[in-house]
């Protein structure tokens, strides 16, 4: 069974690598959401069961060119576990997603216009950084908003715009997932909180350089042609998360609704 499953990656993986162009990586995700591909270069396994609500709104922000690559549902949930305590769970979503600056079907000048939509958003945390571009070498931020940080080569203002590294959350690592016991329900509204999952600091600069070492997070195995496709269509990073709690906040709609209003166009959708 391992060695038919490690076959099975080899296989995913290979498809991959033999991608020649953006359109065939976008295909090849919306494979993975869909359950056609088990495995993703970058994700070892089938699609979590928390996210097959969400696989609409992945589809859809496939049309646009824009692949997800990994995100978290809203939830809350209360129940009783094997050692008879009382838990609750609760978690706040987040979307990363990887989409290109400079493809035929894409306007540069209005991915630009989604991602200031995205930043004046009051309910979401943003995090831009570019896959393509290197930054100037940075010290620790110490103020409570991270620097922007243009990149270092000679592009147009608006490319510039695109590939700056943003973050307007705080230095801090913002709890997405959180959890509490008691040794009764009645007991659990009382309970303190405990961390759980972070969503991670983009405050320190520093970890630019290892978020930019792998330049797309679904695919490890860089060759060639993959380094091909990415110099050709300079990818941008975006990555959002809800600041409230149990806000009903779903951020695939919320992204989808800002490509519409920027006026981007569905180039990618499947006939």
Not at 133 to 156: C, F, N
Request: charged letters at 25%; one cysteine or more; a negative charge.
């Amino acid at each position: 069974m391992e060695r038919d499953c490690e076959q099975e990656y080899r296989q995913t993986e290979a498809l991959w690598k033999e991608a020649s162009c953006w359109e065939e990586l976008v295909e090849l995700s919306r494979r993975f959401i869909r359950g056609e591909l088990r495995f993703t270069p970058g994700h070892l396994a089938p699609l979590c069961d928390e996210s097959r609500p969400l696989v609409s709104g992945f589809l859809k922000l496939h049309d646009f060119g824009i692949i997800t690559i990994n995100s978290q549902p809203e939830s809350y949930e209360i129940c009783q576990i094997t050692s008879g305590q009382w838990s609750t769970g609760q978690q706040r979503p987040y979307l990363e997603c990887v989409v290109p600056s400079r493809h035929p079907s894409i306007s540069m000048g209005k991915l630009n216009n989604i991602i200031e939509r995205l930043f004046d958003d009051p309910d979401l945390m943003v995090a831009v950084w570019s896959h393509h571009y290197k930054y100037p070498t940075a010290a620790r931020s110490r103020q409570g908003v991270a620097p922007k940080l243009a990149p270092g080569e000679h592009i147009t203002d608006l490319e510039k715009s695109v590939h700056t590294f943003r973050f307007n959350g705080p230095r801090e690592h913002h709890i997405v997932t959180r959890y509490k016991e008691a040794p009764t329900r009645a007991e659990l509204e009382d309970a303190a909180w405990e961390l759980s999952t972070t969503w991670g600091s983009f405050a320190d600069t520093q970890n630019l350089e290892y978020l930019q070492d792998d330049p797309f997070v679904v695919v490890y195995c860089s060759n060639d042609e993959y380094a091909r496709i990415f110099d050709d269509v300079r990818p941008v990073q975006i990555t959002i998360a809800a600041r409230p709690w149990s806000a009903g906040i779903d951020l695939q709609d919320r992204l989808l609704a800002y490509c519409d209003q920027a006026g981007m166009s569905r180039c990618f959708a499947e006939e």
